[in-house]
């Protein structure tokens, strides 16, 4: 039987927490249309992450009075529970209860041992997502989607996605991949206007 060229899909790297997914171009998902998804977990249960690229015009403050006064911006982590708060943090700052995704990035933790840390300067700005919802897959679905070609997987290693402008991360994200990658980061969002 002759193998099927995958292409820019060839050679694709296991999905882990701290894995990155990268929307495929032409992603008939509102939800995940030119997205780039921090993976937080992904086990035989499921998957769960973030969006770090759709900001939701909102800050930290506008939704939770715990945090009020705080100008932080707020992304919209994905579809699930968009009612619910989540938060990514950066650097060698621990927050109790938080779980390490990857060297340096630590997911969720005591909302309270976060405020002190805020309030007293521990955190930056910079150094910290709030997210409302998340992206989340059951048992094998993220896999299976992965299989049909509906995310590019990268595993970068490190944290510096909090660093690059949420707007162009789809982009850099593709470009910093190089080769077929980079040619991908130039599709047009409607082919029709090319």
């Known amino acids: 039987m002759e193998k099927l060229d995958k292409g820019i899909f060839d050679n694709m790297p296991e999905v882990k927490a701290g894995s990155i997914l990268i929307s495929e171009p032409f992603l008939n ?20 992450g973030f969006v770090l690229n759709r900001k939701a015009n909102l800050t930290l403050g506008e939704v939770t009075q715990e945090f009020e006064g705080q100008e932080n911006e707020l992304f919209i982590g994905g579809p699930v529970q968009q ?12 927050i109790s209860e938080s779980s390490l995704v990857s060297p340096g990035l630590y997911w969720g933790g005591s ?6 840390k805020m ?31 509906s995310w590019i997987v990268a595993n970068l290693g490190d944290d510096s996605i909090f660093d690059i402008h949420p707007e162009k991360l789809w982009r850099r994200i593709l470009e910093h991949m190089g080769g077929r990658y980079k040619i991908v980061s130039n599709f047009p969002e409607d082919p029709r206007l090319n």
Do not use: M
């Open 29 to 48: 998902d509102p939800n995940f249309d030119r997205t780039v998804i921090i993976i937080c977990k992904h086990n035989d249960e499921g998957s769960l």
């Open 83 to 94: 009612n619910s708060l989540h938060f990514l943090h950066k650097g060698t700052v621990e």
């Open 111 to 116: 909302f309270e041992d976060l405020k002190l």
């Open 119 to 149: 309030l007293s300067g521990d955190i930056e700005e910079g150094k910290i997502r709030f997210f409302l919802g998340y992206s989340g897959w059951d048992a094998g679905q993220l896999d299976g989607e992965i299989e049909n070609r």
